[in-house]
């Protein structure tokens, strides 16, 4: 997150208000990825991850968006801000009753995760994406 977004969202009073404001869709998008992570929801590029790394000891659900440039630095930049990323994780695990964890992954995609993943269990799916790509 840039430093003028960055003061604007950690300087008002209620920070996931301010976060909801600058980007609804980012917003949007990790609300939707939350429910269908619990919910279990299909989605094709996740089944061809899962159907490349095999089965994993931990819960995840891998989604790629390569039609929206603006999407993907939005979440970067609140993903890559570790406050932020944090603040929405706790909101959202809130929201749907189960820990999330969120994070970005090669170029256009984005992982929710039972837990924040190490370098071991993420390595694999890594891999698995950029070679779906």
């Known amino acids: 997150m840039d430093c003028k977004t960055a003061t604007l969202v950690y300087q008002s009073e209620n920070h996931l208000e301010k976060i909801r404001?600058?980007?609804?869709?980012?917003?949007?998008?990790?609300?939707?990825?939350?429910?269908a992570y619990v919910q279990n929801k299909s989605d094709k590029f996740d089944a061809a991850v899962k159907e490349l790394v095999g089965k994993t000891p931990f819960k995840f659900r891998?989604?790629?968006?390569?039609?929206?440039?603006?999407?993907?630095?939005?979440?970067s930049d609140l993903l890559g801000d570790i406050t932020?990323?944090?603040?929405?994780?706790?909101?959202f695990s809130k929201l749907v009753g189960q820990s999330v964890f969120f994070s970005t992954i090669c170029c256009n995609s984005h992982l929710t995760s039972d837990h924040e993943l190490t370098l071991e269990e993420v390595l694999?799916?890594?891999r698995a994406a950029v070679k779906l790509q």
């Open 21 to 35: 404001e600058i980007f609804p869709e980012a917003w949007a998008f990790l609300e939707e990825v939350s429910w």
């Open 62 to 75: 891998m989604v790629h968006r390569d039609d929206r440039d603006q999407l993907t630095k939005d979440l």
């Open 84 to 91: 932020s990323r944090l603040l929405l994780e706790k909101y």
């Open 124 to 126: 694999p799916l890594q």
